[in-house]
């Protein structure tokens, strides 16, 4: 039997939303606590997917571009395709996470399907019994299909440009870059909780870097020239520095010690190096 599509012909958002399940499910036969797992098919729903069931939770994720085969197609602007979700996965809450994660991408409409997929999932399910919790992250990177899914993993293209041309990089702004799999641990323990615990909650990498110094360190980890990479200095308009307050979480015992970014990057691009017999193993 194929799998259902809840859509519509808006463009697919890159949120991501868990709605916890406690009731029967007769699609799943496997015992365990129960999580649906809305944008399954993005760099974080993907590291949260794997997170879940590696602890023996039954995760049903949705996708909407690349949905099929392995997930649900569900287009989260449509409130009669997330009411019809839920309904037909039959999702009823004994206790409600959200996780939201907004990714700032060229293209606008991104924000319009994320803002809209939250209103949708909530009058769905969270206004039925609200506890909510919202996690706020900063740059990820982590596994990618493509280098160019992460802006921290897009620099690989400026470190590989090891020409006679120079290539200048901010050296401005401070980030903090979050291995997705880190913050997928958190997810999971947010949704292990004590129920009442809810609201706003922080987490990241604890290492601050700006975008030359990450080009560095991926050049320093694959023995790879870095005198073409040209730190720049000059101001912006945004904030210097926005690194969030993660003691929320820290005082609850709800945290995980962040990866080291010189060995998750490795992890993360080796299957992009020049020997591409590894990277057709990653994938396929």
Not at 180 to 203: M, N, Q, Y
Not at 255 to 280: G, H, M, N, Y
Request: net charge positive; with cysteine; hydrophobic share 40%.
């Amino acid at each position: 039997m194929g799998k259902k599509c809840f859509s519509s012909d808006l463009w697919r958002k890159k949120s991501i939303h868990f709605v916890l399940s406690d009731c029967p499910q007769d699609e799943v036969l496997a015992q365990g606590p129960k999580v649906l797992v809305t944008g399954a098919t993005g760099l974080l729903g993907r590291a949260v997917c794997r997170e879940f069931q590696s602890h023996g939770w039954v995760v049903t994720g949705t996708g909407f571009r690349r949905a099929r085969p392995r997930f649900l197609r569900c287009d989260l602007t449509d409130e009669d395709a997330v009411r019809r979700l839920l309904q037909e996965y039959k999702v009823k809450l004994f206790t409600g996470i959200y996780v939201f994660v907004f990714s700032r991408r060229r293209d606008n409409r991104t924000g319009s399907v994320a803002r809209q997929g939250l209103k949708h999932v909530r009058l769905e399910a969270f206004y039925t019994k609200p506890s909510a919790v919202i996690l706020r992250v900063p740059v990820l990177f982590g596994e990618v299909e493509s280098v160019m899914e992460s802006a921290v993993t897009s620099l690989w293209q400026k470190v590989q440009e090891a020409t006679e041309e120079s290539c200048p990089m901010d050296h401005f702004m401070q980030r903090f870059p979050t291995d997705a799999r880190d913050v997928a641990t958190v997810c999971r323990k947010l949704a292990e909780r004590d129920p009442s615990i809810r609201g706003i909650f922080h987490f990241s990498g604890k290492e601050q870097m700006t975008k030359y110094e990450m080009a560095v360190a991926m050049a320093q980890a694959f023995n790879l020239p870095s005198n073409h990479l040209i730190p720049v200095t000059g101001s912006t308009p945004r904030p210097i520095n926005s690194q969030l307050n993660c003691s929320r979480l820290e005082l609850l015992n709800l945290s995980v010690e962040p990866r080291a970014f010189s060995t998750s990057i490795v992890e993360c691009l080796w299957p992009f190096t020049a020997d591409k017999r590894w990277r057709q193993t990653v994938f396929h």
